[in-house]
């Protein structure tokens, strides 16, 4: 589950080898079709915790629930478990975070748990990594699964629209489309578009193109973009996205083992449950 720049943008996210994996080798991970959730989306315990120790090696991964709530007791929980580990570093979701905040609540309420986790590693000097493949790699990518007016249309409903039917007043849309999604995240990410592809109109021409309805605010269904439903062909779209972030992570996760001892990663549950067993990989081939 990843959290965009623009402010409507918030929500958007084994078995024991001893060999060391080579840059390109497969990790073992769990379809998000068969990951542990409830019908809502809700994950076995906020935060599900995966802590896994060898020898001197130790990886915690915190799974969450995304929350910019201060009052929600998943923060009091990351703390505890950010202190009593003491990381050497630290992974997010979320992008790469450069503003220091001077208070945990500020934190939260401006950028959930990346800024709480920020807030964290600022306290006790630790590096924070942004743990996110990087977007236009995964736009380019999606585009070779299925195709540009796919790959657009995908990126366009899960980065903004849905997030915008959330938290939007249903007003502007046309234009904060154009503020926020294609000059500020697409634009931002490095990924060009046509001249024609940055309209709310060409948007919604894809939209009836691949849903054979008219695009609507109050209908459009985010079970379609969704990697744990089989409800459209962009349910599939939606897990090769996770796929991807996923197998970048724990490339990530794998090599920051490697040069440290103490690695913390604060990620979405959904994430973190499809790749438990590749994390079990990860710290039994680490030496």
Not at 164 to 183: P, W
Request: charged residues 25%; aromatic residues 10%; neutral net charge.
């Amino acid at each position: 589950m990843k959290l965009p720049v623009a402010i409507l943008l918030i929500i958007l996210l084994t078995n024991c080898n001893q060999s060391k994996p080579g840059p390109d080798e497969d990790y073992e991970t769990i379809s998000y079709l068969e990951i542990k959730i409830d019908s809502l989306g809700n994950l076995p315990k906020v935060p599900y915790i995966i802590d896994l120790k060898r020898n001197q090696k130790r990886l915690v991964v915190v799974g969450t629930l995304h929350s910019r709530d201060t009052n929600n007791q998943m923060f009091p929980e990351i703390e505890k478990i950010f202190t009593q580990l003491n990381p050497h570093v630290a992974i997010n979701e979320g992008g790469q975070v450069s503003k220091i905040y001077t208070d945990k609540n500020t934190a939260i309420t401006n950028n959930g748990e990346l800024g709480f986790l920020k807030f964290l590693c600022d306290q006790q000097n630790i590096k924070m990594l942004n743990g996110d493949m990087p977007d236009a790699k995964e736009f380019d990518e999606l585009v070779r699964f299925s195709s540009r007016e796919k790959a657009l249309l995908f990126f366009a409903s899960e980065r903004f629209v849905l997030p915008y039917t959330y938290f939007g007043t249903k007003e502007n849309i046309e234009s904060l489309y154009k503020s926020d999604f294609i000059e500020g995240y697409m634009a931002g990410c490095g990924i060009g578009l046509k001249p024609e592809e940055k309209h709310f109109s060409y948007y919604k021409s894809l939209y009836e193109k691949y849903f054979n309805i008219p695009f609507s605010i109050d209908s459009i269904d985010s079970d379609d973009f969704s990697p744990v439903r089989k409800t459209s062909e962009f349910c599939n779209i939606a897990r090769k996205s996770k796929e991807l972030r996923d197998k970048y992570l724990l490339k990530k996760i794998d090599g920051q083992l490697r040069q440290h001892d103490k690695v913390l990663v604060v990620f979405g549950g959904w994430h973190v449950l499809a790749i438990e067993p590749a994390l079990k990989q990860i710290i039994n081939r680490v030496e």
